[in-house]
């Protein structure tokens, strides 16, 4: 079955801490992967979004997120918090066809607490 | 308009009655989808229009739940006879090749 597994259900650091998230999939075929953010009374954001080519993406605001496809994975990173990213965070996932058209499957979040 | 916008924006209605939750997608987004959020739960997929394509209608939990696009443009997201564990956030998205781009939402809460 499709799915995404994001193991961390929350994530506490203080400003300045470095930042992995962990978002492993499981996706029959080439996928596209995404991260979303979803700040504090928020809609969903893009952060970044992987479709081919140099599995190392960069995002907005300082995020970036690896492709391994051999662990299925796509995990967060973020070098230096700040209070501003606290939020919950999205991995999901889509069969690469689709491109940024057809279903996402989205995993149960993490959310991020940043202290200052 | 700018963003795919939604209404309303919360809903609170007695366990038993039909609500409706409607979608407004960007302009020229061929692609719709509705996602209910639930606490703990993540984004859960409902159903996805396609264009003039027959919808993908996999994700609906019931026969309690419906939707339909009028003109390839507006969704309506139907619940009948609401119960307590379909209080939920009902997001909807667009989508065209640049990307999909998230509502704000609609908070329904059934008591």
């Known amino acids: 079955a499709q799915s995404v597994s994001q193991h961390n259900h929350h994530v506490i650091l203080s400003e300045a801490a470095s930042l992995e998230l962990g978002c492993n999939y499981s996706?029959?075929?080439?996928?596209?992967l995404f991260w979303y953010v979803q700040y504090p009374g928020q809609h969903l954001q893009l952060l970044l979004k992987?479709?081919?080519?140099?599995?190392l993406v960069k995002g907005i605001k300082g995020f970036e997120a690896e492709f391994i496809k051999s662990k299925f994975s796509f995990n967060l990173r973020k070098p230096s918090v700040q209070w501003s990213d606290t939020a919950e965070y999205f991995c999901a996932v889509n069969g690469a066809n689709g491109g940024s058209q057809g279903n996402l499957i989205f995993g149960k979040g993490t959310k991020l607490s940043v202290k200052p | 308009g700018a963003g795919v916008s939604q209404s309303p924006s919360n809903k609170v209605t007695e366990k038993g009655k039909d609500v409706e939750l409607r979608c407004d997608p960007i302009s020229g987004h061929t692609a719709l989808y509705w996602y209910r959020q639930s606490l703990g739960q993540g984004l859960e997929f409902l159903i996805y229009f396609q264009g003039n394509s027959a919808p993908d209608k996999s994700g609906l939990p019931s026969d309690r739940f419906s939707a339909e696009r009028t003109g390839g443009s507006v969704s309506t997201l139907t619940i009948q006879r609401t119960q307590q564990e379909d209080s939920a956030v009902y997001l909807c998205?667009?989508?065209?090749?640049?990307?999909?781009?998230f509502g704000s939402g609609t908070r329904l809460t059934v008591v």
């Open positions: 992987y479709f081919s080519g140099d599995p």
């Open positions: 998205a667009s989508s065209q090749l640049g990307g999909y781009t």
């Open positions: 996706y029959g075929g080439t996928v596209n």
